[in-house]
């Protein structure tokens, strides 16, 4: 089996979202990395020496290479990515070799027969 692994740098408050929106293409568990920092082109601002930013989340899924398309588009469309460039971004890279996933192969064969 073949794996992608897709990863997201969203907003927090848009994580359930987003979450929500890969389970429904078939994502099964993610790890979510909570209060990272990122900048972009330019610094932001600091109030104080307090930062304005809000809070980001990185999310790491760990899915099935014919399914991560469908649910890199789908985490895009939930987190409004294409239409606000500061909302967040969605990539997906190769997994070359994975261990500890059983539990994931059986819970989609288990998903699978739940629909047939």
């Keep these: 089996m073949h794996f992608k ?8 408050d848009k ?9 429904d293409k078939g994502a099964t568990g993610s790890t979510i990395i909570s209060q990272a920092r990122g900048e972009g082109l330019k ?11 809000t809070p ?11 399914l991560s398309r469908e649910i890199l588009e789908s985490i895009a469309h939930a987190g409004d990515f294409e239409n606000n460039s500061k909302e967040g971004i ?3 890279i190769d997994v070359e070799d ?4 059983m539990h994931q192969i059986q819970a989609l064969e288990h998903t699978v027969e739940e629909k047939i």
């Design 90 to 92: 969605a990539f997906q």
């Design 56 to 66: 980001r989340d990185v999310l790491l899924l760990l899915v099935e290479q014919h």
């Design 15 to 23: 994580t359930d979202r987003i979450l929500e929106a890969a389970r």
């Design 43 to 53: 610094h932001t601002k600091t109030f104080l020496g307090l930062s304005l930013e």
């Design 98 to 101: 994975a261990v500890g996933v």
């Design 5 to 12: 692994l897709i990863i997201a740098f969203v907003d927090s």
